[in-house]
């Protein structure tokens, strides 16, 4: 029973049970009582980040808007309090001429025997006013420490020229600087130096191998890779029924892992060493300038493997093929060059060839192809070059500012999800080692190569990229589900971001003056050199951000790549490279160099060992599962102006709705492509 739990151990003769005042206080707190016109319930929420808790004591004073100040309240339920997590509720009586609070002044004391620490972190404070029940929240989001008073406002969406407390904001970012360290290296993004302990994950990620009972060695035939998928929580990937067919490898180019290389082609590049005379058993009746003159010729380029480091005893290559678009409106290769430059020893390989070495061609530029993806167009150019923007953002950008709490969201637990990788799967010895031919020097040398192509406007709005490879007409490339269904979802993602700027930026005098943004696009726009990025607006040379349409589109990049981009390459991991054969991130045997036929059993002894397959296999799967909630639905609530509420409503019921259209249009396909249904796509990149 409650009111027996709070009873004082002594009795009255009567046999009734005493209570002090201040357990009188919390009980009726608790079950809603005392609820005069001058009563507020204090509810405050701890976070539920690593070392959150305190058992510091914690003061509060209020303040209404006809300068009424109260009295020192110290805030205690004479239980333990302020636990991971936890939202403890709180009754305090106010004065009859108490207004409405317009701030909450709030610190920590130090306790007399301290058990856990004094520092504390805060995620929000609400006050539920007497019988009225209006409720205001004031979003906290800060690590309180001891001693310091620290004023909170109601919603808590302030430019910093508007801030009230100004001189709180710029301490409060000079702390964040000091707890989001950087490094530098020559070429590389900017990085986290040591992880804060509020990024860290609530509970200790751990990768598992699944299938560690199988045992290692060489496979015999094709067959035996199915036996593997018997085994329990070891699904069939959907390649192993398409892995060999042209459609197929055609697709994969389209709406697989790397769905961002394919570009139409208006001329043969001359290092490639085709010819009408060659392609005519191919093309069987058509041509190559025919194909050109209707658009139907496309072609896929890898040439930044060039020169990347691999593993001793190892192959790797830097292919080039040639795609076109069949009268079934299938995109179907029709050839394959796997080395840049023309040469005796570099055939041309044709599907007309022999089915051994026209499948091995195949798998030779899809390893070329998964070393890029898992490289740049994963960790790259989703983890990496986010860590830029998310630490720029920590370093310059008050949790108060309206931006900030936009972006949160879709940051969340990157910096920890970062270090986990690089620890666990990118260190010497690590699973690329193992599983990738180009291990994790040649992984670090190509995000480098990547990273520094990669164009924040160019590159990072999706319509531009389509239209850069000239791929954005679908009457020219249909069944380009990635790039419909990306363009669907970065236009909402757009429209969200530009009702939500024009809440609190009037004009563009109020971008000019906002310190915080101009602070936090000048230092992601600085040189390669010193880890920064390309793309982003400048002025006389300096990251500057002129208007609230250049904040816009920034926005609307940032949050497409943490949430949309990243869904796209990072969830069909498993699909793809759950079948070494349709996907392989190593081949044992030398690179292809002639025509001389292939059978089965040169595919099989080209594949990894079963241990490295079954290494792809247990992280992949696990890779491929979901980290965070769908786009649009929180984990975390940052927004609680009653103003800004309304752009998340209608996000997400323009978010609903293109998922129904998505649905709707994969039931009239033989391949769903379902990654980008806005429910399979999370808010953040957290795995």
């Not at 009754?91 to 709030?106: A, D, M, Q, R």
């Not at 992601?524 to 793309?535: C, I, K």
Request: a negative charge; one cysteine or more; charged letters at 25%.
């Amino acid at each position: 029973m409650l009111l027996q739990r709070f009873c004082e151990p002594t009795r009255q003769q009567t046999g009734a049970r005493k209570f002090s005042p201040a357990v009188v206080s919390y009980i009726a707190a608790e079950m809603g009582l005392m609820q005069s016109k001058n009563s507020i319930t204090l509810r405050i929420r701890t976070g539920d980040q690593k070392g959150a808790q305190t058992d510091a004591n914690v003061y509060v004073m209020l303040y209404d808007t006809s300068d009424n100040t109260s009295e020192k309240i110290l805030v205690d339920n004479w239980k333990d309090d302020f636990k991971i997590g936890a939202l403890d509720t709180f009754n305090i009586e106010l004065p009859e001429s108490f207004t409405e609070v317009k701030k909450i002044e709030l610190w920590t004391e130090k306790a007399t025997i301290e058990l856990t620490s004094s520092t504390w972190f805060i995620q929000t404070v609400e006050l539920v006013r007497g019988l009225t029940r209006k409720s205001v929240v004031f979003p906290v989001f800060r690590w309180i420490r001891p001693s310091v008073h620290y004023s909170l406002y109601p919603w808590d969406a302030f430019l910093p020229q508007n801030d009230p407390d100004k001189e709180q904001r710029e301490n409060e970012i000079k702390y964040k600087r000091e707890i989001y360290k950087v490094k530098y290296e020559e070429g590389s993004p900017v990085m986290l130096k040591s992880l804060p302990a509020d990024e860290e994950f609530s509970k200790e990620y751990q990768l598992k191998n699944l299938v560690s009972e199988i045992t290692t060695g060489s496979w015999e035939n094709l067959e035996d890779l199915d036996n593997i998928y018997s085994k329990e929580g070891i699904p069939k990937p959907r390649a192993c029924a398409y892995w060999k067919e042209d459609t197929w490898f055609g697709y994969q180019r389209l709406n697989g892992c790397n769905p961002k290389s394919i570009k139409l082609c208006e001329e043969i590049p001359s290092k490639l060493g085709v010819d009408e005379e060659m392609m005519k058993p191919v093309l069987k009746g058509e041509t190559l300038e025919g194909l050109i003159q209707e658009k139907r010729l496309f072609y896929a380029d890898l040439e930044i493997l060039e020169g990347i480091g691999h593993r001793e005893g190892f192959d790797c290559c830097a292919p080039i093929a040639l795609f076109m678009l069949n009268s079934e409106n299938n995109l179907v290769p029709i050839a394959i060059q796997l080395q840049q430059q023309k040469g005796a020893d570099n055939p041309v390989f044709l599907p007309t060839d022999d089915w051994g070495v026209w499948t091995l061609a195949k798998m030779w530029f899809n390893l070329a192809d998964s070393s890029y993806h898992q490289s740049v167009v994963h960790l790259g150019l989703t983890h990496l070059l986010m860590e830029v923007v998310v630490l720029a953002q920590h370093r310059n950008m008050s949790v108060s500012h309206p931006v900030y709490k936009l972006l949160a969201p879709h940051t969340l637990f990157l910096l920890a999800i970062n270090k986990l990788a690089f620890e666990r799967l990118a260190s010497p010895g690590g699973w690329i080692d193992k599983t990738m031919t180009i291990q994790s020097g040649g992984l670090v040398e190509l995000f480098h190569k990547g990273l520094q192509r990669w164009d924040f406007y160019r590159d990072g709005i999706p319509a531009n990229d389509f239209a850069n490879r000239k791929v954005d007409d679908p009457k020219v490339l249909p069944n380009y589900y990635f790039r419909d269904d990306s363009l669907a979802l970065y236009n909402s993602i757009y429209k969200y971001v530009s009702s939500y700027i024009d809440i609190y930026y009037v004009n563009e005098n109020d971008i000019s003056a906002d310190w915080e943004i101009q602070d936090w696009i000048k230092s992601m726009a600085v040189s390669h050199e010193d880890g920064g990025l390309q793309g982003l607006p400048k002025k006389d040379g300096i990251g500057h951000v002129s208007s609230k349409e250049e904040l816009k589109w920034i926005l609307a990049v940032i949050i497409f790549t943490c949430s949309v981009t990243h869904a796209a390459v990072n969830f069909l991991q498993y699909e793809e490279y759950g079948f070494p054969a349709n996907y392989p991130s190593m081949l044992r045997t030398p690179l292809l160099k002639d025509k001389e036929p292939k059978t089965e059993k040169d595919i099989i002894d080209a594949l990894p060992e079963k241990d490295q397959i079954l290494d792809v296999l247990s992280v992949t799967h696990l890779l491929s599962s979901k980290g965070t909630n769908s786009l649009g639905y929180f984990e975390t609530r940052y927004i609680y102006d009653p103003k800004a509420l309304g752009c998340i409503t209608n996000f997400q019921s323009d978010l609903k709705k293109i998922g129904e259209e998505i649905r709707k249009r994969n039931k009239t396909l033989h391949i769903p492509y379902e990654v980008l249904d806005p429910v399979n796509v999370p808010n953040a990149i957290s795995i």
